[in-house]
């Protein structure tokens, strides 16, 4: 069955410090109701999070949903940060870890290699898979050099995210043997696995997973009826979210999750009212 795994947002107090408690509880609401989580990515608001407060995201995501069903991203703009983060997830036992390019300096095509060849041998025997958003990182790393650098370096597969999931299937094509592919795209789960993808990386999924795993399920099934439906429901969740962070986190804070805010500067909550519609049903 394709793999739902919601790209979880760091729930912060009322003075903006990480809320574990917050977290915990987010994480015990979303267990069985998800595939796993992804931890400290986009969503999570990585660029304004430190070491320490990385490392006790992916305990508590351990501690609930245990290293099968836990991927943590490591990136960060160096090299040096990346390998220090990658061996503190490895210590706390995670066995899939996700790093984006290198960021906001360019880098080429020689320098991604090298940087991902580095966190793959700090991870050791835990999967790795590259990051892929040239919007955010500024790098752009086509299938085709992808391809060369996963076989190079060891990548186990990579999640997309912006512009580069226009390709998607080139992606998977250029992908090694055995290389897994996860979409950031949330509600194109249906086109990502008929193209040979293992599931989406869905930040919309952890204010509202049912979709998502409902258009699973179906596809799984080979239910078009069922398919159809599910997609409805997903879309109509993209469209009153708009895939943004404060989106997300506002709907958390109505379903009782957290208070909304953000670490990082955001604009306003793109439709309050179209959210709040939503979460009747999900809390019904």
Do not use: C
């Not at 060369?148 to 060891?154: D, S």
């Not at 599931?199 to 399920?217: D, T």
């Not at 997903?234 to 009782?256: H, Q």
């Amino acid at each position: 069955m394709p793999e739902v795994l919601s790209a979880v947002p760091t729930l912060f107090d009322d003075a903006g410090e990480v809320d574990l408690a917050a977290t915990a509880a987010h994480h015990a609401w979303l267990h069985g109701r998800v595939d796993g989580v992804f931890v400290a990515g986009t969503t999570g608001e990585f660029p304004a999070l430190d070491r320490t407060e990385r490392r006790a995201l992916a305990s508590a995501a351990l501690d609930v949903f245990g290293p099968e069903h836990v991927v943590v991203h490591v990136g960060a703009a160096s090299t040096r940060d990346t390998m220090a983060l990658t061996r503190d997830a490895v210590a706390l036992g995670v066995r899939r870890l996700a790093v984006l390019t290198p960021y906001y300096l360019p880098a080429d095509v020689d320098a991604v290699t090298r940087h991902f060849a580095a966190t793959t041998a700090a991870a050791g025997p835990a999967a790795v898979y590259g990051y892929l958003f040239t919007e955010r990182s500024g790098v752009t790393v086509t299938p085709s050099e992808f391809g060369r650098i996963a076989a190079e370096t060891g990548l186990a597969g990579a999640k997309l995210s912006g512009a580069a999931n226009d390709r998607v299937g080139e992606y998977i094509e250029a992908l090694p043997a055995g290389g897994r592919l996860w979409s950031g795209a949330d509600t194109t789960l249906a086109a990502v696995v008929r193209a040979g993808g293992a599931g989406i990386v869905s930040g919309l999924s952890a204010a509202f997973p049912e979709p998502f795993m409902a258009l699973a399920a179906a596809g799984d099934a080979g239910d078009a009826e069922a398919e159809r439906e599910a997609q409805a429901q997903a879309d109509a969740v993209l469209a009153a979210l708009r895939g943004s962070v404060e989106g997300i986190k506002y709907a958390l804070a109505l379903l009782g999750h957290g208070n909304g805010a953000l670490r990082m500067t955001s604009p306003a909550v793109p439709d309050p009212e179209a959210i709040a519609r939503l979460v009747p049903a999900a809390v019904s």
